[in-house]
């Protein structure tokens, strides 16, 4: 078991180009969830799947953003069109239970910086 | 909305300290509240996981205590070590899958 991965972990972009994040959650964990972590502020939710069903999405989740998870494994988070206020830590977690009862395992995280 | 709070936001002690940290909330209906330890440029790792059913949590020099009546949790760190440098961060779970997160203290433990 090596955890929760997240690749890449630092990318560095101008403004205006597409990123891709990819999530690989703990083997037997159906669900996974994207936050984000700007500097000096604690992580804020952005979206939760369960298996492939993304179940919730936050207001910060522009429509510039978008995340999958076509076969209940790995995640992808896109960001289209960066601007500089994209700039943060983008973080993966995963867990076999909901939540309300269970430990959330994060990873390292996957640090963007738009130019 | 909930509203987390961690006070202090940094934290400077000598090594062998015992210290508290605080993390207070503004809506009680939570689930449960869990702390967690942050490193530099690092992912986030779970130390400690409190029910709202639950008083308190321990795990070795690590205690977490919880009142949900008052919107309080603190997190009890005995003997502090250098090792014990981070930042700390409580985060609420209410009616969803999401947890809300507090800032965090940062805790310097020096030799």
């Known amino acids: 078991d090596t955890g929760v991965s997240q690749d890449p972990r630092h990318k560095i972009t101008k403004r205006g180009q597409n990123v891709t994040f990819r999530c690989d959650p703990i083997?037997?964990?159906?669900?996974l969830y994207w936050y984000r972590q700007t500097l000096g502020q604690g992580p804020e939710f952005l979206t939760y799947f369960q298996n492939e069903a993304q179940l919730e999405k936050s207001r910060l989740l522009s429509d510039r953003f978008s995340a999958e998870r076509p076969k209940g494994s790995f995640s992808t988070l896109e960001i289209q069109r960066t601007e500089q206020g994209d700039s943060a830590m983008y973080l993966c977690a995963s867990s076999f239970q909901t939540v309300t009862t269970g430990e959330l395992f994060f990873g390292e995280g996957s640090r963007l910086t738009v130019l | 909305k909930q509203e987390v709070t961690q006070i202090p936001a940094a934290l400077s002690v000598p090594e062998g300290e015992n210290l508290v940290l605080n993390c207070s909330f503004t809506d009680s209906a939570i689930y449960n509240l869990q702390w967690f330890r942050q490193d530099p440029g690092k992912g986030l790792t779970s130390l400690l996981l409190?029910?709202?059913?639950?008083r308190e949590q321990t795990s070795g020099r690590l205690n977490a205590s919880l009142d949900k009546s008052s919107g309080r949790s603190t997190l009890y760190i005995a003997a502090s070590q250098p090792g014990d440098s981070a930042t700390y961060l409580c985060a609420t779970v209410g009616g969803s899958e999401k947890l809300v997160f507090g800032k965090g203290t940062k805790l310097t433990v020096n030799p």
């Open positions: 409190i029910q709202s059913s639950q």
């Open positions: 083997s037997e964990h159906n669900r």
